[in-house]
């Protein structure tokens, strides 16, 4: 028997050329890419994509390499993530001592515990904006739902992040704001290398609405600022306790507002585009509908529904799981190569931009049966698959894991609770959906809903 070890092959990688790539990511750029990942059996590929060549990277050990085991060689950094920062600034959704400061700070807030800490108001909060949906509902008038699941994520957020801070008509100004900024990003996303001094589609757009945030949060900061002492258990209460503790710094009001708006940026669009998703699938998939309402009948009634509901809403997890899996909001994950590497066998160079995608690992075959069905099935504790860590990875991984999970496993279960112990709900206008690239996946095409109220009265 030889003992000798043979060298890792270095290769270079498959490379996609400019007229292969281009017009499939014009026409439909998440499909696309979802494709060209599968194509190649999650081997990394190089996009030609003209100016630059980033890579695509989909295999789920290379991923667990990019952003768990060699995370600090691989930093967000580069031309995906200054659109970003453009709304975020560079706390916690950048790299190095700011982020970890950011980190340290804002990780408190979103611990199991703590959430759970803040579930009764929570309920209170969605409960009321699920309501809201009984005037339409009892008019048989559809809705558009993308905007009401955004407009009852952010009563949550404002909720989390301000508490009394903010009159409720100023909070709702905030939604469509962070919409528009989430939406019209998309161009530069798409088209990274062109300088910011050449105008683009959606431009005008974007800093209008980044305006209109600003002039919304910095009023607050600033009240909350000239306070003796801040009470509350909101995000910015928290946040100016901690950064002022460690001194007054020049930037405070500006780190203050970067923290908030991260975590709205963060928060808002995510969870707002899983649950659009939702009703599309439960329209196509009437048996998995049938079962979550059976679930939610024996545990809630009638409701109200409330935070000791949803550790026996388990199917509801479950279809929640395959929901991200299918379509996870965070579907594009860039980082830039920091020091020459070998990433799946591929020498990749310092400065290259990767393009992590977890809307692609998600559809390998080889590590999913029918990766296009949709089937909560996957995930029956009573089954337990045993996958790759890594082949799952909505959330992310690493020091960068989101720091939101508990937060959307508490208030995606609260919202469905709500509107289907309330609601039957059907899509008005059924279609096969598109998924759009933008800061989160979402359809392109609106969803209609139609509700049915169950109880006359309540
Ligand atoms: C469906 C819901 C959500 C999905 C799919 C999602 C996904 C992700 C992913 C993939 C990352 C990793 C980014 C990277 O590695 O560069 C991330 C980071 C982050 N998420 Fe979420 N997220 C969701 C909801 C939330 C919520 C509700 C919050 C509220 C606090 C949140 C806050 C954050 C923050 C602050 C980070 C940056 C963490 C860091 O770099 O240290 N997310 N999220």
């Known amino acids: 028997m030889s003992l000798d070890i043979e060298p890792i092959e270095t290769r270079t990688s498959r490379e996609l050329p400019f007229h292969r790539v281009v017009p499939r990511l014009l026409k439909d750029p998440v499909t696309e890419l979802a494709k060209m990942g599968c194509e190649n059996d999650g081997r990394i590929v190089r996009l030609n994509v003209g100016p630059f060549r980033p890579y695509l990277v989909s295999h789920p050990d290379d991923v667990q390499k990019v952003i768990k085991t060699d995370w600090e060689n691989f930093v967000r950094a580069g031309m995906f993530w200054r659109p970003v920062w453009r709304v975020t600034g560079r706390g916690i959704v950048g790299e190095g001592l700011d982020w970890e400061t950011s980190r340290r700070i804002l990780q408190p807030l979103f611990t199991t515990r703590y959430i759970a800490s803040l579930g009764r108001q929570m309920a209170d909060v969605i409960a009321a904006g699920v309501a809201e949906l009984d005037e339409p509902a009892r008019a048989g008038q559809p809705v558009d739902s993308a905007l009401h699941m955004n407009r009852i994520v952010n009563r949550v957020i404002i909720q989390v992040l301000f508490g009394g801070r903010i009159p409720a008509e100023l909070g709702e100004r905030l939604a469509p704001e962070f919409t528009t900024c989430a939406s019209s990003i998309a161009f530069r996303l798409l088209l990274p290398t062109v300088p910011y001094s050449v105008r683009i589609p959606g431009d005008r757009a974007f800093l209008r609405a980044l305006k209109?945030?600003?002039?919304?949060?910095?009023?607050?900061?600033d009240a909350a600022m000239r306070e003796s002492s801040v009470e509350g258990d909101d995000v910015l209460s928290h946040v100016l306790r901690a950064r002022t503790a460690g001194g007054l710094g020049a930037d405070l009001r500006r780190q203050l507002r970067d923290d908030v708006v991260s975590i709205y940026g963060t928060a808002s669009e995510t969870t707002a585009m899983s649950l659009t998703w939702l009703w599309s699938v439960l329209h196509d998939h009437p048996q998995v509908m049938t079962r979550l309402r059976a679930e939610i009948d024996e545990v809630v009634g009638a409701g109200p529904v409330q935070p000791e509901h949803i550790p026996r809403l388990t199917y509801l997890h479950t279809v929640l799981q395959e929901l991200l899996r299918v379509y996870p909001a965070a579907w594009l994950v860039p980082r830039q190569v920091k020091q020459d590497t070998e990433l799946g066998g591929v020498r990749i160079?310092?400065?290259?931009?990767?393009?992590?995608?977890p809307y692609t690992t998600h559809r390998l075959e080889e590590f999913w049966e029918r990766p296009l069905d949709f089937d909560p099935g996957r995930w029956d504790p009573d089954k337990a698959e045993r996958r790759h860590r890594y082949a799952y990875f909505p959330f992310g991984g690493g020091p960068h894991v989101c720091l939101g999970q508990h937060l959307f496993y508490m208030e995606a279960p609260l919202v469905i609770a709500n509107i289907l112990s309330r609601y039957h709900t059907e899509?008005?206008?059924?279609?096969?959906?598109?998924?759009?690239?933008?800061?989160?996946?979402?359809?392109?095409?609106?969803?209609?809903?139609?509700l049915r109220p169950i109880h006359q009265t309540r």
């Not at 059924?430 to 209609?448: D, F, H, M, N, Y």
């Open 427 to 450: 899509v008005a206008n059924p279609q096969p959906l598109t998924p759009a690239p933008g800061a989160s996946v979402r359809p392109k095409e609106q969803i209609l809903l139609t």
């Open 349 to 357: 160079g310092s400065g290259s931009q990767l393009l992590i995608s």
């Open 212 to 221: 209109q945030i600003d002039d919304i949060i910095y009023p607050l900061i």
